[in-house]
């Protein structure tokens, strides 16, 4: 019996290395396939039959059309393609059918905000998601109007499709009433990030691009390293007089771009303490030191030209400056390279620059103009309008912003793979702070989060002194505020 069990083992291995040997030309096909995804290995609920043909009503900002609805003229466009896989994937999954419901955009209060809460008064379900201005939504929704995102079913704010980071910003008490994500296209258009016109560089500089590129791979892309480059391209064209027609090194606007600097340098304007409480920051050494420099580089160096809207090749912003050749390098956001794209410039995309080479992390922050996210409280099936938005969310993240990062941002709008490592970096590490996600609350640009943009543009770096005036009113108003995160 025993040599027949091992003759049985012997005939087995012989025949697996025939069977290996059969193969020599290349592996089976079968074997080096990735397992194919079922349905059941998708990671969302599962549909319910008194679901079947529900609506689920979006109301959005009518000139934020391509976040929601796709046009059979610009079938072929890979955004405009991939909102119809979205979509589809998310109807067809669970028999329903998505309305994206257009508002003006002229006024938020009247226009936006108005209607949903004539429908929330009414106690009329009228739409199940809210998306709308960030920067304004956010504050607007902690007053009692929108549903807490924690208390949501089936939705996971730790999740890949969600903005973790935003979320913990944004949460006191347990709550936030506000949320972004890969479902918010405009989210990812407007990270942060600095745009270089390597066609300058390359003329001027021996080392090249090549050679900030590896200040970036090397941990040295700071501030101080950027103002050194910014003052090598700066020249007069002849006239002694400076204006658009001349070449600096740096070209920008003082709104966004400089707020930017702030959360790119890891420096908190607030703080949440062991006890849930959360307390607003004076300004660090490290902020004061920050609008110095800054002062001295955008208003006292002659280095950095100042715009505000297209005075420079008829583009709006400061890229025009990068796009004529008169600016070597300007701070604006990723959704800004589709502009670039369409010049005769080559280009380069870079991350903010890190405070010191001591810290250990590049970091973005994505401007609050873009879309975010609330439920209104009278939804009546929370269970259905939370699996209808984890699954927007989910196939936002497989489709849509997919075909954003890989076919737009990196390939598409960054000319260079060094640009596309870049973008990963913007798109991986973004940074918030509670003063930031709900700073219409104090005022529109009136609060802590504006105090550095403030300084730069009075040409008065007084931060500390202006927090201090303002100290009575900032903590007077959070402390209000927070009564609202119940």
């Given at each position: 019996?025993?040599?027949?069990?091992?003759?049985?083992?012997?005939?087995?291995?012989?025949?697996?290395?025939?069977?290996s040997c059969?193969?020599?030309?290349?592996?089976?096909?079968?074997?080096?396939?990735?397992?194919?995804?079922?349905?059941?290995?998708?990671?969302?609920?599962?549909?319910?039959?008194?679901?079947?043909?529900?609506?689920?009503?979006?109301?959005?900002?009518?000139?934020?059309?391509?976040?929601?609805?796709?046009?059979?003229?610009?079938?072929?466009?890979?955004?405009?393609?991939?909102?119809?896989?979205?979509?589809?994937?998310?109807?067809?999954?669970?028999?329903?059918?998505?309305?994206?419901?257009?508002?003006?955009n002229?006024?938020?209060?009247?226009?936006?905000?108005?209607?949903?809460r004539?429908?929330?008064?009414?106690?009329?379900?009228?739409?199940?998601?809210?998306?709308?201005?960030?920067?304004?939504?956010?504050?607007?929704?902690?007053?009692?109007?929108?549903?807490?995102?924690?208390?949501?079913?089936?939705?996971?704010?730790?999740?890949?499709?969600?903005?973790?980071?935003?979320?913990?910003?944004?949460?006191?008490?347990?709550?936030?009433y506000?949320?972004?994500?890969?479902?918010?296209?405009?989210?990812?258009?407007?990270?942060?990030?600095?745009?270089?016109?390597?066609?300058?560089?390359?003329?001027?500089?021996e080392?090249?691009?090549?050679e900030?590129?590896?200040?970036?791979?090397?941990?040295?892309?700071?501030?101080?390293?950027?103002?050194?480059?910014?003052?090598?391209?700066?020249?007069?064209?002849?006239?002694?007089?400076?204006?658009?027609?001349?070449?600096?090194?740096?070209?920008?606007?003082?709104?966004n771009?400089?707020?930017?600097?702030?959360?790119?340098?890891?420096?908190?304007?607030?703080?949440?303490n062991?006890?849930?409480?959360?307390?607003l920051l004076?300004?660090?050494?490290?902020?004061?030191?920050?609008?110095?420099?800054?002062?001295?580089?955008?208003?006292?160096?002659?280095?950095?030209?100042?715009?505000?809207?297209?005075?420079?090749?008829?583009?709006?912003?400061?890229?025009?400056?990068?796009?004529?050749?008169?600016?070597?390098?300007?701070?604006?956001?990723?959704?800004?390279?589709?502009?670039l794209?369409?010049?005769?410039?080559?280009?380069?995309?870079?991350?903010?620059?890190?405070?010191?080479?001591?810290?250990?992390?590049?970091?973005?922050?994505?401007?609050?103009?873009?879309?975010?996210?609330?439920?209104?409280?009278?939804?009546?099936?929370?269970?259905?309008?939370?699996?209808?938005?984890e699954s927007?969310?989910?196939?936002?993240?497989?489709?849509?912003?997919?075909?954003?990062?890989?076919?737009v941002?990196?390939?598409?709008?960054?000319?260079?793979?060094?640009?596309?490592?870049?973008?990963?970096?913007?798109?991986?590490?973004?940074?918030?702070?509670?003063?930031?996600v709900y700073?219409?609350?104090w005022g529109?640009?009136?609060?802590?989060?504006?105090?550095?943009?403030?300084?730069?543009?009075?040409?008065q770096?007084?931060?500390?002194?202006?927090f201090?005036s303002?100290?009575?009113?900032?903590?007077?108003?959070l402390?209000?505020?927070?009564?609202?995160?119940?």
């Amino acid at each position: 019996m025993k040599k027949l069990v091992v003759l049985l083992l012997l005939l087995s291995m012989i025949l697996a290395v025939f069977a290996s040997c059969s193969n020599d030309n290349g592996p089976v096909e079968q074997n080096t396939r990735e397992p194919e995804t079922g349905e059941e290995e998708i990671p969302l609920p599962e549909a319910k039959a008194e679901w079947k043909d529900r609506e689920f009503n979006i109301i959005y900002r009518d000139s934020y059309d391509y976040e929601w609805v796709f046009e059979e003229a610009l079938a072929g466009s890979v955004i405009n393609d991939a909102i119809f896989d979205r979509n589809s994937a998310v109807e067809e999954r669970y028999d329903i059918i998505i309305n994206a419901i257009p508002t003006p955009n002229t006024s938020f209060d009247t226009d936006f905000l108005q209607p949903i809460r004539n429908s929330i008064q009414a106690g009329d379900d009228d739409y199940q998601l809210a998306a709308g201005y960030e920067y304004r939504l956010a504050s607007n929704s902690a007053y009692g109007d929108f549903l807490n995102w924690y208390q949501i079913p089936y939705v996971e704010l730790t999740a890949d499709w969600w903005d973790g980071n935003f979320a913990e910003a944004a949460t006191y008490n347990g709550s936030t009433y506000i949320m972004t994500g890969s479902l918010s296209l405009s989210h990812m258009y407007t990270s942060s990030c600095v745009f270089f016109n390597q066609d300058m560089i390359n003329a001027r500089l021996e080392g090249g691009s090549a050679e900030i590129y590896q200040k970036v791979w090397d941990g040295t892309w700071t501030i101080d390293a950027f103002y050194e480059y910014v003052q090598q391209f700066t020249t007069d064209n002849g006239d002694d007089v400076w204006n658009e027609l001349d070449t600096y090194g740096y070209a920008t606007n003082v709104n966004n771009p400089i707020d930017s600097f702030i959360f790119c340098s890891e420096i908190a304007l607030s703080q949440k303490n062991a006890d849930g409480s959360i307390k607003l920051l004076a300004p660090s050494e490290q902020l004061i030191n920050l609008t110095n420099k800054l002062h001295n580089i955008v208003n006292m160096s002659g280095h950095t030209y100042i715009q505000e809207y297209g005075n420079a090749a008829g583009i709006d912003h400061h890229i025009g400056m990068i796009s004529l050749g008169r600016a070597a390098f300007t701070t604006s956001y990723l959704k800004m390279a589709a502009t670039l794209r369409d010049t005769e410039i080559m280009y380069g995309i870079l991350h903010y620059p890190k405070w010191d080479e001591a810290q250990t992390q590049y970091h973005s922050i994505t401007m609050d103009s873009s879309t975010a996210f609330a439920v209104p409280r009278v939804v009546e099936d929370p269970e259905f309008v939370g699996a209808i938005l984890e699954s927007l969310a989910y196939y936002s993240h497989v489709y849509v912003r997919d075909a954003l990062y890989e076919s737009v941002l990196k390939y598409r709008d960054a000319k260079d793979v060094d640009s596309s490592k870049c973008v990963d970096l913007i798109l991986e590490n973004p940074l918030y702070d509670f003063a930031y996600v709900y700073a219409f609350e104090w005022g529109d640009q009136a609060g802590p989060s504006a105090l550095l943009r403030t300084c730069i543009k009075s040409k008065q770096p007084y931060i500390a002194n202006a927090f201090k005036s303002n100290e009575s009113r900032f903590n007077t108003t959070l402390e209000k505020f927070l009564k609202n995160f119940k």
